[in-house]
């Protein structure tokens, strides 16, 4: 499993679910120490596709996901880790 593998392992993950800018800042300096960081994009945007498309309330992915500042479902900026 990458969770084993992953930078963020021992962190709060609240800073992760985090939209505020300072944390997402926080969020990439970790990502970009990871080995598994493609692993969470590609979370996000199975999240995005086949989540949103069962759930309509669901908007999609929220807060940091593999170096990425989601909001809604969508990159917020195309800043990557």
Known sequence: ???????CRRTDPRLF???????????????ATCPVVWKCVLGAVDI????CADLPAFRGP????????WVNGHI????VA
């Open 1 to 7: 499993m990458h969770v084993m593998q992953s930078a």
């Open 17 to 31: 679910d985090s939209t505020k800018y300072r944390d997402h800042l926080e969020a990439r300096k970790l990502c």
């Open 48 to 51: 995005a596709n086949e989540v």
């Open 62 to 69: 929220d807060g940091t996901w593999g170096g990425l500042l």
């Open 76 to 79: 917020r900026d195309g800043m």
